[in-house]
């Protein structure tokens, strides 16, 4: 039903619009008594032996939403009734900033992609911070933190370390998102120096608290494999949890999508089906040359069991969607989830 009748009338108009307008229709839904339970029974696929332990974390299944989707916090509690075993929120940044102008985000919809330079548009992290006051998900929430456009990246690490301390007793881990390509200069964090100096310094925020939560870095799939050996690395030197493998790509090879339309569309970050070999690759080279030191978080290119599968085979400990739900519509996280289910069974 989703791909042929509802997916091609959202697909008419504006994808950020109709973005807000799925949201918003999402959020009166389920104010209906009884709506969210009947989504959850739907959408859901409960059983022990798809949980998995990682990090100090016990996730119900290991298909989670990527940051991006809910960048504000603001439906976390009604999508977790769509099948998920942990959301991603974010990214959030210590003030509030409007992002890239508009328009920004385009289909590509014969690669089955999106490309998008929002520009972290979000309404700060004090504000996410009151939805996550009332959270009553189940669900384990991640929270995803990047810097200010207008903070220098000499200054990077102030602005990390203040969504860390504002999120910190709200959500259950952190991802330090430094791969982005739609903030000037922020892919230049990702140098093992000034990455390095973020990671540690959080690290030892962290072990402040009363509670640790766990870390992991997002990285872009558009690294050499000398700058993945540096991840590597850095992931020993600062005892990170693990990392999340991929962000968007900047590439745009082999993309059936005319020329002429994607030069029309400029600069941004490519998601869905065109980043999904990459992504694989870089799952498969980070877990070979580090014998498996770290967990592994596989996302980009997710539109079938299969995709999430290769993923998994290629050394991920999890997945993350976000493109594939909006190209394959929500049943996908069930499926996908039964098709674990089965390869353990096997």
């Known amino acids: 039903m989703y791909k042929l009748i509802i997916r091609p009338i959202l697909f008419r108009f504006d ?10 229709s999402i959020k009166n839904i389920f104010k209906i008594p009884g709506a969210k339970f009947i989504a959850s029974k739907i959408h859901t696929l409960e059983n022990p032996k798809l949980e998995k332990e990682l990090f100090g974390l016990t996730f119900k299944n290991p298909v989670g939403l990527a940051a991006g989707f809910d960048k504000d916090a603001k439906l976390f509690n009604e999508l977790s009734a769509f099948g998920f075993g942990f959301i991603e929120i974010g990214t959030l940044t210590p003030l509030p900033q409007e992002g890239n102008p508009k328009k920004r985000m385009f289909r590509v919809a014969d690669d089955s992609g999106l490309i998008n330079r929002m520009g972290f548009n979000n309404g700060g992290v004090k504000e996410a911070v009151e939805r996550l ?12 933190i990047g810097k200010n456009k207008v903070t220098p990246n000499e200054e990077a690490v102030n602005d990390y370390e203040i969504c860390f301390n504002e999120l910190h007793p709200y959500v259950d881990y952190f991802v330090v998102n430094v791969s982005s390509p739609n903030t000037p200069n922020l892919r230049d964090l990702q140098d093992k120096k000034p990455l390095t100096e973020i990671l540690l310094k959080l690290k030892n925020l ?16 558009d690294l050499t494999d000398s700058q993945l050996d540096d991840i590597i690395d850095i992931v020993a030197d600062t005892k990170i949890e693990g990392i999340i493998a991929t962000n968007t790509t900047i590439s745009r090879e082999n993309l059936n999508t005319s020329v002429d339309k994607v ?10 089906k065109p980043v999904g070999k990459r992504s694989t690759e870089v799952i498969r080279y980070l877990s070979t040359k580090s014998n498996k030191a770290f967990p592994i978080v596989g996302v980009g290119g997710i539109h079938s069991p299969e995709d999430a599968l290769e993923k998994i085979n ?11 739900f909006v190209y394959e519509g929500p049943n996908m996280v069930r499926k996908i989830n039964k098709a674990i289910l089965k390869r353990v069974d096997a």
């Open 263 to 272: 030069a029309e569309i400029g600069n941004g970050g490519l998601s869905g």
């Open 314 to 324: 290629a050394g991920a400990d999890l997945v993350q969607v976000y493109t594939g």
């Open 133 to 144: 006051k009332k959270n009553n998900s189940g669900i384990l929430i991640g929270g995803n």
């Open 206 to 221: 962290n072990a402040e608290k009363d509670i640790q939560r766990p870390i992991l870095l997002k990285i872009a799939p």
């Open 15 to 24: 994808p950020e619009k109709i973005h807000h307008f799925v949201f918003n």
